[in-house]
């Protein structure tokens, strides 16, 4: 671990409520806070400094010419070097760095200038062997990047990537990035766009601003060859990288965020040791989360420029809106959850579960798939931080936090793409061959607890226990996709779910079927859509899913076959899929009757249940012509194009809302009320009693006003000028008892 890695870990007797917290402050205010109260470190804070003492005087940035501001840059660095025997060893250290960020941004500056004098280069990437730029140019930019190298703790060039500025752009900071990054035995690096849900999601963005995606690469890169792949990324795949070692990486995703959160936030409350003795709940984690948080920060202040919009993207990253609402006061940011929101009697197990509260609410919308998740969240905020909230979202220190449900979706032209692909057409022809006479019912998951893929096994072994008819007659295909190996819980799963397969194929196989097709690694995207083709029955047994949207890529797939979708009531899509089997996946009969009742359903039913499904996934046009008339191209409907884009638009309501607000509700000033007070002939005061006057935190039917409280109501009573009302949603008899 490096000397900034190792800096960026906070400490423990550090941690405090008030990490997250992003209570407004004055320019000054902010430029004296740290930007994450428990982390310690020179780094972090002289970072932020820079960026946004530089970012909120874009003019003196914009004015400069080519020459003059590396030189007076360079003598305030010889004049720093001067001052540094009067300075502490950090504040020296603090100073030089913010100095060192001040000539990234100088030098980003002169590229830009460069960039417009040279015609048809539009990237302004540190990029030494760019033929363009003269010899000059090339001399200062080696001798900034020189200086960079040696004051920079990590060897990492801290590269501000300002592209000019053509208007807003978005940025999507999600903790993974849509590509993947790996380096083969020869030491090349290889760049693999993946296609998965959110990729898709933001094509409809995409065609509404510019955008770029913030993320970890998924893998430890040598800060030698971060330049290089930061390069690659921005300009072949419009990512900029967020680089974590894998120490950093391991405590952080699969310490807090997959050994703490995601069990948590699917209501798995994990035993609070793990089999080797180490608490579950450890502070190390919970240091290595914020410090990623921080990280993730970091870099989105390297590429923010007034105007950005920015949206983080679900639980790895609950912390980034305060961090970065910090720095930029009137930043517009949006949080999605993906994952479902829990109850407050589960949340509040999490230790921490104030700071991720306060580190989100600093976001201007956050999102979540469901209604329930999104109520979970307001009563969480109540009860937990004793905020006032209403359907709309919460109020937090004269900030509104709005609420919304965007319930994601799929692409629905990828699988209608696939389906006229000869190729797949032909996988789907092998498939009907190889089953034969057979009913397929078909499992899609990662191995995760959360997916109650034991449970489905179970239920297939009582259906041929009860039903034996369809022994020998039914195959279940299941996709188990390894996810998260190296946490313990996984481990526990995977050789459960082996031993259940081995189990009930012994049982219920002979030597030419087995009732269980179990296969343990992940699928091409084709053999994925000809299984779903061919499937009679598809089951999603989740015990808990934020949303599933392998229920939804079922329902693309059966518009011939009409297959019947059992799905689990605490899967979100299970909120919005009417026509499909709902099931308790826990009450394992129930869930075999319902393979039965699917396997067993006449083609007009499964045809009706079919259409409700697949009119929700995706509506087209002509099949409603006559009754939406205005429309006049395809009507889509909970697609992850449509979920994209009116989270968006709603993110961007919110924030002109924001602003309407601030109008409207200036804050008072405490001085002129005292003033107007004294001089008034009739002062009506209405006090709220939850809230005002007793404590914000308390929500005790019976905490009753203290002896302070009394004698103060008692006095402004006393004088005939005033008028007391006290508010309070607590009872006649109470109130009487505490006033009267
Ligand atoms: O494998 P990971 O990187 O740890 O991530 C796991 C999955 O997380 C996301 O799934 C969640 O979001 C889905 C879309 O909103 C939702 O349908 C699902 O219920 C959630 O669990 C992510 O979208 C997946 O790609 C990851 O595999
Ligand atoms: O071998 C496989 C199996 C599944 N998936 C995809 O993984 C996603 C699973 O998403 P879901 O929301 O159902 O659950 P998650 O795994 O995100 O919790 C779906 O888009 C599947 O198409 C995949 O790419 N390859």
């Given amino acids: 671990m490096s000397g900034r890695e190792e800096d960026l870990v906070c400490r423990k007797d550090n941690y405090s409520t008030s990490s997250a917290d992003f209570e407004y402050a004055s320019e000054n205010e902010v430029e004296e806070q740290t930007i994450l109260g428990n982390l310690p470190g020179t780094v972090r804070n002289t970072t932020f400094k820079a960026a946004s003492r530089e970012r909120s005087d874009g003019s003196e940035v914009l004015s400069s010419s080519p020459e003059s501001p590396v030189t007076t840059e360079t003598q305030e660095l010889q004049e720093l070097q001067k001052q540094r025997g009067e300075m502490s060893p950090k504040a020296a250290q603090e100073e030089i760095l913010a100095q060192i960020q001040r000539l990234q941004l100088k030098l980003t500056e002169l590229r830009e200038v460069d960039n417009t004098s040279s015609v048809g280069s539009h990237h302004s990437q540190l990029n030494t062997s760019s033929s363009g730029h003269s010899l000059h140019r090339q001399n200062l930019e080696s001798s900034v990047r020189d200086t960079i190298c040696q004051q920079s703790e990590t060897g990492e060039t801290l590269i501000s990537t300002n592209s000019a500025k053509v208007g807003p752009k978005l940025l999507v900071v999600s903790n993974r990035l849509p590509v993947t990054v790996t380096k083969d035995n020869n030491g090349a690096y290889h760049f693999n766009m993946s296609s998965g849900g959110l990729v898709s999601a933001l094509k409809g963005v995409k065609s509404l601003m510019p955008f770029l995606w913030i993320g970890w690469p998924g893998t430890e890169i040598d800060p030698n060859e971060r330049d290089y792949v930061r390069n690659k990324l921005r300009e072949g795949y419009s990512c900029f990288p967020v680089f974590i070692t894998d120490e950093q990486a391991n405590l952080y995703y699969n310490g807090f965020c997959n050994d703490v959160l995601w069990p948590l936030f699917h209501y798995v409350p994990l035993p609070i040791v793990s089999s ?44 980034l809106p305060s961090l970065l609402r910090r720095r930029l006061r009137d930043v517009k940011i949006g949080f999605f959850l993906h994952i ?85 057409q ?73 031993e259940l397969v081995g189990r009930i194929n012994g049982k219920f196989g002979t030597v030419d079927h087995s009732p269980i097709m ?5 699928l091409a995207f084709e053999e994925l859509v000809a299984l779903y083709t061919v499937a009679d029955v598809a089951i999603v047994s989740s015990v808990r899913d934020g949303m599933n949207l392998v229920s939804y890529e079922y329902v693309m797939c059966q518009q011939a076959n009409k297959g019947v979708l059992i799905l689990s009531e605490f899967a979100g899509s299970a909120q919005s899929l009417s026509g499909a089997i709902r099931v308790n996946p826990w009450n394992v009969e129930e869930l075999a009757n319902a393979i039965h009742e699917a396997l067993s359903m006449p083609r007009r039913e499964r045809e009706i249940k079919h259409w409700k499904l697949y009119r929700y996934v995706w509506l087209e046009v002509f099949e409603f012509v006559f009754l939406m008339i ?17 989270f968006f638009q709603e993110l961007d309501n919110v924030v002109k809302h924001r602003d309407e607000l601030r109008l409207s509700l200036p804050l008072l000033n405490v001085k002129s009320v005292i003033k107007r007070i004294s001089i008034a002939r009739t002062r009506l005061f209405l006090l709220e009693y939850e809230g005002s006057l007793c404590h914000p935190k308390s929500l005790a039917e019976l905490n009753s006003p203290t002896s302070t409280h009394i004698k103060i109501l008692t006095r402004l009573c006393s004088d005939p000028r005033n008028i007391i009302v006290v508010i309070s949603g607590r009872s006649k008899t109470i109130l009487d008892n505490w006033f009267g």
């Fill in 276 to 319: 080797d003795g180490e608490r579950k709940f450890d502070f190390k984690y919970w240091q290595a989360y914020s410090a990623a948080n921080y990280r993730f920060a970091e870099a989105v202040l390297q590429v923010y420029q007034e105007g950005d919009y920015i949206w983080v993207q679900d639980y790895h990253l609950l912390l």
């Fill in 340 to 424: 479902p929101f829990p109850t407050s009697e589960v949340y509040r197990i999490i230790p921490v579960r104030k700071e991720l509260l306060q580190g989100v609410l600093a976001a201007d919308l956050i999102g979540f798939h469901t209604y329930d998740y999104a109520r979970h969240f307001l009563s969480v905020c109540t009860r937990i931080l004793g905020l006032d909230s209403s359907p709309k979202g919460v109020n937090y220190h004269s900030h509104f936090a709005h609420v919304g449900i965007f319930p994601i979706g799929i692409d629905p032209n990828t699988f209608h793409r696939a389906l006229e692909d000869a190729n797949v």
């Fill in 426 to 498: 032909q996988r789907i022809q092998e498939l009907h061959e190889r089953f034969m006479g057979k009913k397929v019912l078909l499992g899609v998951d990662r191995l995760d607890y959360i997916k109650g893929v034991p449970h489905k096994l179970l239920a297939l072994e009582w259906l041929l226990t009860k039903y034996s008819e369809w022994m020998h007659k039914v195959v279940l295909v299941q996709i188990a996709v390894p996810t998260r190996t190296e946490i313990e819980e996984y481990k526990k799963l995977s050789s459960q779910t082996n």
């Fill in 518 to 522: 179990f296969i343990n690694q992940s």
């Fill in 630 to 646: 205005y429309v006049s191209s395809y009507v889509t409907t909970h697609t992850a194009e449509y979920w994209a884009k009116s």
